[in-house]
């Protein structure tokens, strides 16, 4: 029986992740993404948990339990907490060597304010970099090369990063996503969700800054070379791919062509993803 709930998973976290498609619909683009992207990996966790729960012993549904099915769930749920582990880890260490960095005032629009932790780097650089309470990390070349116009642009986008507390869930979406890397569309989902994400910021920005300054600045970042970012790292040139960009530039010059990103997701499209806990009343 543990066979068959964990091939039932499988098959079903398949056709969700096969069967998405980019969605026109500024209003849903969240919502079938989002449930796109999670329903898969929290079925696949619940349906672990609910085979490590019914054991070895026992029967359900008349189909005997085995051994199996439940040394197959014990190796993914052990893979998925080494994985929540090492990306932790690797989380904290960022982070320690983040505050190596020296914080520094600079003057932006006549005003001395805290940038963040400045990198002694020339390219053009500005992230939010850590989990619930991000950290902000800009480069010394983004200090000195932009006005202080289009610097004021940059750090407002950064922080509409840390108003959304990007850091924090994107964190456990990239352990998902880590995961379940086998799966169809995964890579293409979370391009996806990387670019709504900047988007977002985006016109969180855009309601105090000049749509057009932002988008001057967007052009400067991405042509420098970007820093390594990984999935506790939220920067501003996040969006490499010449689509993605345009996508970016085009939803700041155009605003009225595109509806209010709906970024709160139905709890009544991953309902399915407790279904397999619900077996384990029937499990004798």
């Not at 990387?194 to 749509?211: F, K, N, Y």
Request: charged share 15%.
């Amino acid at each position: 029986m543990h066979l068959t709930l964990i091939l039932l998973a499988i098959v079903i976290s398949g056709l969700t992740r096969f069967l998405w498609w980019r969605s026109a619909e500024w209003s849903d683009r969240w919502q079938r993404t989002l449930i796109a992207f999670l329903l898969p990996p929290l079925l696949l966790l619940t349906t672990a948990v609910a085979v490590m729960c019914m054991g070895t012993q026992g029967q359900m549904l008349g189909l005997p339990a085995g051994w199996i099915g439940y040394l197959l769930a014990l190796s993914f749920l052990a893979t998925a907490i080494g994985l929540l582990l090492r990306l932790g880890w690797q989380g904290w260490r960022s982070l320690r060597h983040v505050h190596s960095y020296p914080v520094q005032s600079y003057p932006v629009l006549g005003q001395d304010i805290a940038i963040g932790h400045v990198v002694a780097t020339s390219h053009l650089f500005a992230a939010q970099i850590g989990f619930w309470n991000s950290q902000l990390v800009v480069s010394q070349g983004l200090l000195d090369r932009l006005t202080p116009e289009q610097l004021e642009a940059v750090l407002t986008h950064e922080r509409a990063h840390a108003y959304y507390r990007d850091t924090f869930w994107f964190f456990w979406m990239g352990w998902l996503r880590h995961f379940t890397v086998w799966l169809p569309n995964t890579e293409a989902l979370w391009q996806e969700l990387l670019l709504l994400r900047e988007l977002r910021a985006d016109r969180w920005a855009a309601q105090a800054i000049d749509p057009l300054l932002l988008a001057e600045s967007l052009l400067l970042t991405v042509k420098e070379t970007p820093l390594s970012a990984a999935d506790f790292c939220a920067a501003f040139s996040a969006a490499a791919p010449l689509n993605r960009l345009e996508e970016r530039i085009d939803a700041l010059l155009l605003p009225s062509e595109s509806a209010e990103l709906d970024n709160r997701i139905s709890l009544l499209g991953l309902w399915v993803a407790l279904v397999p806990l619900l077996t384990v009343l029937f499990h004798q």
